[in-house]
């Protein structure tokens, strides 16, 4: 008599977790739609499994040729198991998606030689038989049909191997757990073949690999209802680790945040759901993500590029239309990325990067791909770069002498950072401040330069050089700090340094932009004794009234007035202008960008108090500040 109790508790839980799977379970990864049919083939086989028993055990009730169909199909359907186990495994590691899908029907041959032996037994009785008395005998070909089981799993095991690193460690235990239950529970009813306990332990796995998964609600953003951003890392890094080949596009709508401060926020996220459902329209088999507000990527497995061109084409076209939300058209200026991993791009973070570029020209629609992306990789380098050299100090402080007109002498310098990382070699520091400036190091490297002035202060008696201060570049992001003044003057006390020797030097840009805010920092930093003065003084005119409403000391004019001066006219007037504008309201004025003997007489005819550039030093060490400054001013 055959026990079937475990079949009716394996039909139970297979449909708990069948449950769980439609209902909490992200349903439209392709790995879970796989693990879905293996639970249905598990349910199938369990009621298969009952069926036969009643058959046996109530010899007559069900007629021979159908309890050889029955039994037919169970072993159809359990021989096949292995198989989808072999594919859900080669899904979860990304390998699915880069092997040649013909592959996989190759390896489906022994199962249909399988197929054969089972369809034609009615008329061989070669791989089971049922005697008069409906007793079930496995004859001698019925080592094929756990051959096959065998050469799967063999496949399963090895994928699991090579790929070990590629799949998730509650994954890998989870499935190792289905083989070796599995093969304990085969024995088990080899030995004690009325306990039909195989399927009931395989519902039990499959009950615990259900856990393992991710509920939808981790994997999606329920505003749009496609993938998050962190889906997004987890799911390029599974393609990337596996030496995938696939294409990733991506949109980033460049002017969401107008639209947002004048139609709200769920007018806009209601835009932005139509346009993920849309996304999610344009190819069937892709995954959408949101990255960021206004930000979605496309991921695209295999190595078709010319889906990929049709995809950007298809986006290209629609977003130069408007999209309407309650009668609103609403007009998105987009910037749609076409990238081929790994050949344009090969890693998460660089595939990230895209979502925070300014590479849009202001059009509707801006197209990047291929060497338009080489910028974004150099930004990204930098990036590294800079990390680099803030726990390595690659970072050095270079001083640029700053020429006093009325006492012909070098009177002071700017500090100015300089890189050069093993790497890539030495780099632009305005490549690298700005790089700094977008990913927050600049407060390190902020705190760095003054640290090391203050300590090059220190150590060399500048004063006796005639040096009566240093300049020291302030970026706009340090200014935001609540505790600025603080950390400087902590530092200052560091190194017993006057505050008297220090200058601190704001953009005329970031001065304008913040002009609240650097009143209150300037304000904080001139309480404590520091000087400051506005840099790049000149590059917006429209706004010179705003910067003389903060109490800047000095003034120095952005060299590009001085090169066009030479040149034009209109420009000498306006340099005249400026020159005399500033000393008029008080300020002492600094000309950057002095390179020639006929620009350092021109600043004099103009009775420009400073002048700093090539024509005196370029930025150099400081023990060669320290000769050069010697030199120069006639000191011993």
């Known amino acids: 008599m055959y026990n079937f109790d ?15 799977m439609f209902v909490i379970k992200d349903r439209d990864r392709d790995e879970n739609k796989m693990f ?16 036969f028993s009643l058959a046996v055990n109530n010899k007559g009730c069900i007629p021979l040729p159908l309890l050889y169909t029955c039994n037919n199909l169970y072993l159809l359907i359990h021989n096949f198991v292995p198989y989808q186990y072999y594919i859900y495994a080669n899904m979860i590691s990304g390998a699915f998606y880069k092997t040649d899908k013909k592959k996989y029907n190759l390896l489906l041959i022994p199962y249909f030689v399988n197929f054969v032996l089972l369809i034609t037994n009615r008329f061989h009785n070669l791989v089971f038989s049922f005697d008069s008395n409906y007793g079930y005998h496995r004859e001698i070909l019925m080592i094929c049909i756990y051959g096959v089981t065998l050469f799967y799993l063999i496949f399963f095991l090895v994928h699991m191997i090579i790929y070990f690193k590629s799949i998730r460690l509650k994954m890998v235990i989870m499935l190792s757990l289905f083989i070796w239950s599995g093969i304990i529970s085969v024995i088990v009813q080899y030995f004690y073949p009325h306990l039909l306990i195989e399927l009931f332990v395989q519902a039990v796995v499959y009950m615990s690999v259900m856990i393992s998964l991710d509920d939808e609600a981790s994997h999606k953003v329920s505003e749009y209802d496609v993938y998050s951003r962190n889906t997004f890392k987890r799911d390029v890094k599974l393609l990337i680790d596996s030496d995938n080949k696939f294409s990733v596009i991506m949109l980033k709508l460049t002017n969401i945040e107008g639209y947002m401060s004048v139609l709200g926020i769920d007018q806009i996220n209601e835009s ?16 959408v993500y949101s990255l960021n507000v206004g930000v979605f990527a496309i991921v695209l497995t295999g190595q078709e590029n010319n ?32 990238v081929h991993v790994p050949d344009n791009l090969n890693r998460v973070e660089e595939l990230l990067l895209l979502g925070y570029s300014e590479t849009g020209n202001g059009s509707r629609v801006t197209f990047v791909s291929g060497k338009g992306l080489e910028e974004l990789k150099r930004r990204l380098k930098i990036e590294q770069a800079v990390r ?58 902020g705190e760095f330069v003054f640290e090391d002035v203050c300590r090059f202060l220190s150590e060399r008696d500048l004063k006796s050089l005639g040096i009566d201060y240093i300049e020291v570049n302030l970026s706009p992001v340090q200014c935001m ?22 200058n601190l030097e704001i953009t005329e840009t970031a001065a304008v932009e913040n002009t609240e805010v650097m009143k209150r920092t300037i304000s904080k930093l001139r309480e404590i004794g520091f000087a400051t003065s506005i840099d790049d003084f000149g590059t917006g005119f429209a706004s010179m009234s705003s910067v003389f409403n903060i109490d800047f000391k000095l003034l120095k004019i952005d060299r590009e007035i001085l090169w066009r001066a030479e040149e034009n006219e209109e420009a000498m007037i306006m340099l005249k202008n400026t020159i005399e504008m500033g000393k008029r309201m008080g300020r002492k004025i600094v000309q950057e960008g002095v390179e020639t003997k006929a620009q350092k007489e021109l600043m004099e005819s103009l009775e420009c108090d400073y002048c700093q550039g090539f ?7 400081e023990d060669e500040f320290v000769e050069y400054v010697k030199k120069y001013n006639g000191i011993n």
């Open 6 to 20: 475990f079949d009716i508790c394996a039909i139970i839980i297979s449909l708990i977790v069948m449950g769980c």
């Open 36 to 51: 879905f049919w293996i639970v249905i083939n598990g349910l199938i086989c369990a009621v298969l499994d009952i069926i």
């Open 272 to 287: 932005l759901f139509n346009i993920a459902t849309w996304l999610k329209t344009v190819d069937r088999q892709a995954r």
């Open 307 to 338: 889906k990929a061109e049709y995809v950007s084409y298809v986006l290209n076209t629609r977003f130069r239309e408007a999209w309407k939300v309650n009668d609103i058209d609403i007009e998105y200026n987009a910037i749609v990325y076409e």
């Open 388 to 445: 680099r050299a803030l726990i390595s100090n690659n970072f050095k402080v270079y001083y640029q002498p700053i020429w006093d007109r009325a006492h012909n002498k070098i009177k002071s310098a700017e500090a100015l950072l300089r890189l050069y990382d093993p790497e890539i070699g030495a780099i632009n520091p305005e490549e690298f401040i700005r790089t700094a400036e977008k990913n927050g190091a600049i407060i390190g490297i």
């Open 481 to 502: 700090q609540r505790d600025l003044t603080d950390k400087f003057t902590d530092i200052m006390r560091k190194y017993n340094i006057d505050v008297n020797m220090l």
């Open 615 to 621: 024509y005196f030093s370029r930025p150099i060490p």
